[in-house]
Nanobody, 124 residues
Framework: QLQASGGGLVQAGGSLRLSCAASGFGFDDHHIGWFRQAPGKEREGVSCISSDDGTTYYVDSVKGRFTISVDNAKNTVYLQMNKLKPEDTAVYYC???????????????????WGQGTQVTVSS
């Protein structure tokens, strides 16, 4: 089970840190991704962290602004979001995969386990 939290309302240029806590499995054999879905748009991959070697992946639109990290002791993955823009407004989801589908780390179909979303709203 995955539990996402940390969303909220922030002004453009501000920061938020999202958390994804896992129960029932560890991050040692599951890669964790963050996705977002804005109203009327498809869900898109934002970032992923590999459990193998800590390799991180980011969609181009958040590179240099968002940072994904993991605290294995707390079984929690974080998404630090800085310099937020109104276009970052969306429901953010975390998800877990063992990379068994070969679709890529930022592809929705790659992920088998999903948490509930947390709303992020960035005002201009």
């Amino acid at each position: 089970q995955l539990q996402a939290s940390g969303g909220g309302l922030v002004q453009a240029g501000g920061s938020l840190r999202l958390s994804c806590a896992a129960s029932g499995f560890g991050f040692d054999d599951h890669h964790i991704g963050w996705f977002r879905q804005a109203p009327g748009k498809e869900r898109e991959g934002v970032s992923c962290i590999s459990s193998d070697d800590g390799t991180t992946y980011y969609v181009d639109s958040v590179k240099g602004r968002f940072t994904i990290s993991v605290d294995n002791a707390k079984n929690t993955v974080y998404l630090q979001m800085n310099k937020l823009k109104p276009e970052d407004t969306a429901v953010y989801y975390c998800a877990a995969t063992q990379f068994e589908h070969g679709l890529g780390p930022l592809t929705v179909g790659e992920y088998d386990y999903w948490g509930q979303g947390t709303q992020v709203t960035v005002s201009s």
